[in-house]
Nanobody, 115 residues
Framework: QVQLVESGGGLVQPGGSLRLSCTAS????????MAWHRQAPGEQRELVAL???????NYRDSVKGRFTISRDDAKKAVYLQMNNLRPEDTAVYYC?????????WGQGTQVTVSS
């Protein structure tokens, strides 16, 4: 069983920064893909950023150049550095880790960008 715990959300002004963290616990082997998704009220959950086991990354267009995803396999952790935040980035952010055929999800952390 894989459990994910997120942290780092909060309230920030437009143009500000936040760093989200997600750590996995449990007994499992290699984590293949790590990713961050987000879901705004009334919207579908969407992929924000993804990083593969060999370090390849992929971002949705609206966050390119502002967000950076990274991973630390020794710590079983994934991070999302978010800079120059905009009000439209407001959402609940979820981490996801693919462990073999299983996708594990975190409980979500609220990010609110508002003046």
């Amino acid at each position: 069983q894989v459990q994910l715990v997120e942290s780092g959300g909060g309230l920030v002004q437009p143009g500000g920064s936040l760093r989200l963290s997600c750590t996995a616990s449990g007994s499992f082997l290699n984590i293949i893909t790590m990713a961050w998704h987000r879901q705004a009220p009334g919207e579908q959950r969407e992929l924000v950023a993804l990083i593969t086991r060999n370090g390849n990354t992929n971002y949705r267009d609206s966050v390119k150049g502002r967000f950076t995803i990274s991973r630390d396999d020794a710590k079983k952790a994934v991070y999302l550095q978010m800079n120059n935040l905009r009000p439209e980035d407001t959402a609940v952010y979820y981490c996801r880790m693919a462990v073999g055929p299983i996708n594990a999800w975190g409980q979500g952390t609220q990010v609110t960008v508002s003046s």
